[in-house]
Nanobody, 121 residues
Framework: QVQLVESGGGLVQPGGSLRLSCAAS????????MGWYRQAPGKQRELVAI???????TYVDSVKGRFTISRDNAKNTVYLQMNSLKPEDTAVYYC???????????????WGQGTQVTVSS
């Protein structure tokens, strides 16, 4: 019973910035991982950034130094600050949460609905 609601996408010029948000709600026992994926036209979905429960982060090489993933544990919300955006960042961005609904239940993946990010002049 996990629901993810994404917001913050839109149209931006090259070099601009956007901040994506993803809020998780429902009967969540624990969240192990929160992250962002993206799927560009004609491309497979790829990992963009992940933040684990201990706070460690991982980024795909193409966004290192430009994107920052963060979280607000009290709100069960993950953010993606995107700076110096490039046309190749254009994609549908999906939030993903790996969570348990109980301490004896297995980890499962939960996905947001996706939000469009378009970088164009």
């Amino acid at each position: 019973q996990v629901q993810l609601v994404e917001s913050g996408g839109g149209l931006v010029q090259p070099g601009g910035s956007l901040r994506l948000s993803c809020a998780a709600s429902g009967s969540i026992f624990s969240i192990n991982v929160m992250g962002w994926y993206r799927q560009a036209p004609g491309k497979q979905r790829e990992l963009v950034a992940i933040i684990i429960s201990g706070g460690s982060t991982t980024y795909v090489d193409s966004v290192k130094g430009r994107f920052t993933i963060s979280r607000d544990n009290a709100k069960n919300t993950v953010y993606l600050q995107m700076n110096s955006l490039k046309p190749e960042d254009t994609a549908v961005y999906y939030c993903k949460v790996v969570a348990r609904l109980g301490n004896l239940l297995p980890l499962r993946d939960y996905w947001g609905q996706g939000t469009q990010v378009t970088v164009s002049s």
